[in-house]
């Protein structure tokens, strides 16, 4: 079975520009769940869905960050603007409804310039 | 502010050992607790878990211990091989804002095993 997918797995952008990352969750996962991990602060949960509808963006670090989910087999996470202080490596995790546990995408490794 | 933090950066031990990764959390309100293991370049993949009414709980060659009185988490891994290394995070169930579902990870523990 397929697990966590996440595109582009490697972006490089210049201070300024929109980064846009994927995510397409575990098929009949009901909740999908994006982080940002950096050597500084670890793994940082930003926001989750459950059935499509964000439930909690309190990570989310200020208004540059925006988060979709269109559909159950879809989210992005948009940086616009983007700022070097950015840069990280961006998780996306997915779980189904009733299980704690959360499978871990292969992670977007952001940098920007 | 509450956090989940772990006593060791590096680990270093020699393969065919046993191995002891701690973890401190301080939010007694945790109901249960997670580790999570991180190859490099790779997401954290599930090892196993621990329910804050338990204090012990096995999996193949991994023992999860949860000391609740000192709020103290281990991982040991039994027989380590080179295919353990890895950094090792524990996690705890987060309740934040209205949902209940995110975790809050520690900030890792990096486990080299020894030829």
């Known amino acids: 079975d397929a697990g966590v997918i996440q595109s582009p797995r490697h972006e490089v952008t210049e201070m300024g520009q929109e980064v846009t990352l994927r995510c397409k969750p575990i098929s009949g996962h009901d909740y999908l769940f994006w982080y940002r991990q950096t050597m500084m602060r670890g793994l940082e949960l930003l926001i989750y869905f459950n059935n499509n509808v964000p439930i909690d963006d309190s990570g989310m670090p200020e208004d540059r960050f925006s988060a979709k989910m269109p559909n159950a087999s879809f989210s992005t996470l948009k940086i616009q603007p983007s700022e070097p202080r950015d840069s990280a490596v961006y998780f996306c995790?997915?779980?189904?409804?009733?299980?704690?546990?959360?499978?871990f995408g292969p992670g977007t490794r952001l940098l920007v310039l | 502010g509450e956090n989940v933090g772990l006593h060791l950066p590096t680990l270093s031990v020699q393969e065919g050992d046993n191995s002891i990764i701690n973890c401190a959390y301080s939010?007694?309100?945790?109901?249960?607790f997670i580790w999570y293991k991180q190859e490099s370049g790779k997401g954290p993949q599930f090892i196993i878990d621990i329910r804050s009414n338990m204090d012990k709980r096995q999996g193949q060659r991994v023992t999860v211990l949860l000391n609740k009185t000192v709020k103290h988490l281990s991982l040991q891994i039994a027989a380590t091989q080179p295919g353990d290394s890895a950094v090792y995070f524990c996690a705890e169930k987060m309740y934040s804002g209205g949902g209940a579902d995110g975790l809050t990870f520690g900030k890792g523990t990096h486990l080299i095993i020894q030829p």
């Open positions: 995790a997915s779980k189904p409804d009733g299980s704690k546990t959360q499978y």
């Open positions: 939010n007694s309100a945790s109901d249960y």
